[in-house]
Every structure is written in C-alpha cells, then in structure tokens.
C-alpha cells in the first residue's frame, strides 16, 4: 500500500487537532436547567398565540377596510369577501379563548 507522508510538523499539528476535540468532548461538564420545564412551554405557548393574535387584528383591520370599500363602491362580491375577511380576523384573534373553550381549560 502506498502510504501518505506527511512532515512531522503536520503530525504533531494533527495529533493536537485530535487531543484537544478529545479533552472538549470528554471533558463537557453537564449542564441542568433551572426551573420548571413547563414554564418554558407555556411561556413559547404565550409568545406563540401573541403572534397568531397580532396577525389577526391586521385580517380584522383589512376586513373591516373592504366592507368599507365595498359599501362605497356597491360591489356585493367585494362585500362578502369584506364580511368573510372580517370574520376569519374575529376567529383568528380569539383563537386561543375559543381553543380554551373547546378544551375546557
């Protein structure tokens, strides 16, 4: 087999690469986690239905704009997609009380 060679500066270069990702790995302390885990979940959770919420009041801003609209232009198609529109804002920014209700929670 033919072997590569490679100077002793790049050995000695390889075997500390190798020794020190060694000692990093071996030598890891663990780290715990303090508090209450489900603190943690509720907390995204919160954070999560804040961001549905915030979408919903600009669907409910947009709808109620095309009602708007559609009241001045006379348009019956315009105006239900206005209605519809307002009404997914509704159900979207109350997502996480109707979620509650349905749950019982």
């Known amino acids: 087999m033919n072997y590569i060679k490679f100077s002793k500066k790049?050995?000695?270069l390889f075997l500390a690469y190798v020794l020190s990702v060694l000692f990093l790995n071996f030598g890891a302390t663990p780290v715990f986690a303090d508090g209450d885990p489900l603190t943690v979940v509720n907390n995204l959770s919160t954070f999560i239905f804040?961001?549905?919420?915030?979408i919903g009041m600009i669907?409910?801003?947009f709808g109620?704009?095309?009602v708007?609209?559609?009241l001045k232009s006379?348009?019956?198609s315009q105006r239900a997609n206005g209605f519809l529109t307002l009404a997914g804002g509704i159900i979207i920014t109350f997502a996480k009380e109707i979620l509650n209700l349905i749950v019982g929670g």
Not at 50 to 54: G, K, P, V
């Open 10 to 12: 790049l050995r000695m």
């Open 50 to 54: 804040s961001l549905i919420r915030a």
């Open 59 to 61: 669907l409910l801003g």
């Open 64 to 66: 109620v704009v095309q």
């Open 68 to 70: 708007g609209l559609s």
């Open 74 to 76: 006379h348009d019956p």
